[in-house]
């Protein structure tokens, strides 16, 4: 759990769910999900709390590393790294994102699905960093 292989993993795809979040959903989503947001109103922070977002972004990253680990059981090559990404993608874009869509009025439909393609694409970048760490250097 604490090899350099696992620490290696950990921290850089704690960077990609912090840089990576960032980029896809600040960037690149805030832009295409500001016209499909549901009627749900002041329920966005201006500004992050810094702190737990990057506790989240670490605790994401190390169970992410974890689970992977222990799903490829030690092949590890960038097919297997994005169909983990593809898996864990859809359980949190589409399955999480069905049930607060259906729970909520944060978002539009048209944003739920926007929203969990970013998810997809945010996994399938994770899971390719993490099988390229475990790949280079696992024994």
Known sequence: MFSKTNLIAYL???LWAYFGGYLLWGIL???LL???LGTATGVMKDMPDM????LGCVILAVCFTIIYSKWARGHHSVSE???FGVLMGILA???S???DYSTSNIIAFSGYIINAFIYLVYYIVMGCIVSMVYKKFSK
């Open 12 to 14: 850089s795809a704690a």
């Open 29 to 31: 989503g805030d832009p």
């Open 34 to 36: 500001k016209d499909h």
């Open 51 to 54: 702190f737990h977002l990057i």
């Open 81 to 83: 790294g994005m169909q």
């Open 93 to 95: 874009g589409f399955g």
């Open 97 to 99: 994102g069905l049930i």
